[in-house]
């Protein structure tokens, strides 16, 4: 008798019956993946292994020795709360206000470029996620799927990131596109005066749109997968600028190269007020570090800022943002909103940005990890994460919703 049916014959099959239970086998490969994931670091490490090394390097990397991408994590794994309990909490509601529009969680999906270097679909999953879980989606100046496509698949809500183009007359044009798409607000970037030295880009000689050619043929065999999508799908473009004389990466591009030499590095507070010149909606100004800048921006009256250092990727040694919070809320809260952008990966990270002040978060690279890990669904379940998350982290601090959120709970 083998071992297995020694262990039948001690425990007598019904028992063994009582013990034994055999899920449904999952056949769907990416709901496999998925069930083996529990957190954005799950989804990380997916991610890595499904990508190719430079794409996901180019992601997850950060600028120089990436200290300021490291920080932003760890001020919010330092941060502590201050729990209260016994409160006759009956239920916890997430719901809150961003631009005076109801959204389902303080939270905005951030503008990244290039999405479709994590999954074919790019934009369009990301924008289709959003709008599903009621949270507003920033579309990338530089993305690959461009304003009209992305408005062609979702009726949620959805904002526009500007680059300040040295072409000004090319920003006009896709502020009017994005005014006839019905985009709410405008986000003007503007911590990118120049472009971060990201030196994992640099060791590998990363270009957008990728390539496949002598130096990362062996890359490519190694995640066969993304390689034959990438092949069987139509070229990734900078989709906003299609046959453009900028260059829409038909011809692949160095990325610091094409931004130190397209975007203007003189943008000023006055291109703010000609932003209001061409747009009538919201204006957030993106790349906010510091409480003198809050303070211009306030007195500018632009609806919103966005407390960023570009998630560590553009000036190694910007401090974190969960750190300037408090100080920015103190000087303008009440008078703009505040969004803290960089290093949120969980529910609990978002309870604690919004308790020291902050409105609303955005996050980016979270949503490309899951992007990259599992597709469209892979959003869909980061983001319903994130909702049980907040709404747990609540329950466990004593806090009934939104509003009840202060520096009370948090140990500042
Ligand atoms: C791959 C990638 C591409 C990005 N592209 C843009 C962009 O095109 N425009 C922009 O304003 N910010 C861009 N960002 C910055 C994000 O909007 C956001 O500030 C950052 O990801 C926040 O940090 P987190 O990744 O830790 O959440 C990008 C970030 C990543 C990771």
Avoid at 113 to 131: K, N, W, Y
Avoid at 297 to 318: K, P, W, Y
Avoid at 359 to 364: E, K, L, R, T
Wanted: with cysteine; aromatic share 6%.
């Amino acid at each position: 008798m083998g071992r297995a049916g020694a262990i039948i014959s001690a425990m007598g099959l019904s028992s063994v019956r009582s013990v034994v239970r055999f899920g449904r086998l999952e056949t769907d490969p990416v709901r496999r993946r998925l069930a083996r994931a529990a957190s954005v670091a799950d989804l990380r490490l997916i991610a890595k292994r499904r990508l190719p090394g430079g794409c996901f390097d180019y992601i997850d990397g950060g600028a120089e020795d990436e200290r300021t991408l490291a920080a932003n994590a760890r001020a919010f794994a330092d941060l502590q709360f201050r729990p209260r309990v016994l409160r006759g909490l009956g239920s916890v509601d997430i719901s809150t206000d961003i631009l005076g529009r109801q959204a389902t969680m303080p939270l905005v999906l951030a503008p990244t470029g290039f999405t479709r270097i994590a999954d074919p679909q790019g934009e369009l999953a990301v924008a289709r996620a959003a709008a599903r879980a009621g949270v507003p989606y920033t579309l990338s100046t530089l993305a690959t799927r461009s304003i009209e496509e992305v408005r062609s698949v979702s009726d949620g809500r959805l904002w526009f990131q500007v680059y300040a183009w040295r072409d000004r007359a090319l920003v006009a044009e896709m502020v009017q596109r994005a005014a006839d798409c019905a985009y709410e607000a405008l986000v003007l970037t503007v911590d990118t005066a120049v472009f971060g030295r990201r030196e994992r880009d640099v060791r590998r000689g990363f270009s957008l749109p990728p390539t496949i050619g002598a130096g990362t043929i062996i890359d490519g065999l190694r995640h066969p997968t993304w390689t034959l999508a990438f092949l069987r799908n139509e070229p990734i473009r900078f989709a906003n600028v299609l046959g453009r004389s900028v260059g829409d990466g038909s011809s692949p591009v160095n990325l610091s190269d094409y931004i130190n030499s397209q975007f203007d590095p003189a943008l000023a507070w006055s291109d703010v007020e000609w932003l209001r010149s061409i747009w009538n909606g919201p204006i957030i100004v993106k790349g906010i570090q510091c409480v003198d800048d809050a303070v211009i921006a306030a007195d500018l009256g632009v609806d919103a800022i966005v407390l960023s250092n570009h998630g560590g990727r553009q000036l190694d040694g910007s401090p974190a943002t969960l750190g300037l919070v408090a100080p920015v809320a103190d000087a303008v809260g009440g008078r703009t909103q505040i969004i803290c952008d960089g290093g949120v990966r969980r529910g609990s990270d978002i309870v604690k940005a919004v308790a020291a002040g902050a409105d609303s978060v955005m996050a980016g690279r979270a949503y490309l990890y899951a992007l990259g890990a599992a597709g469209e669904l892979g959003v869909d379940t980061l983001l319903g994460w994130w909702r049980e998350d907040m709404r747990r982290t609540m329950s466990l601090i004593g806090a009934g919703s939104i509003a009840e959120l202060d520096r009370s709970f948090l140990d500042l």
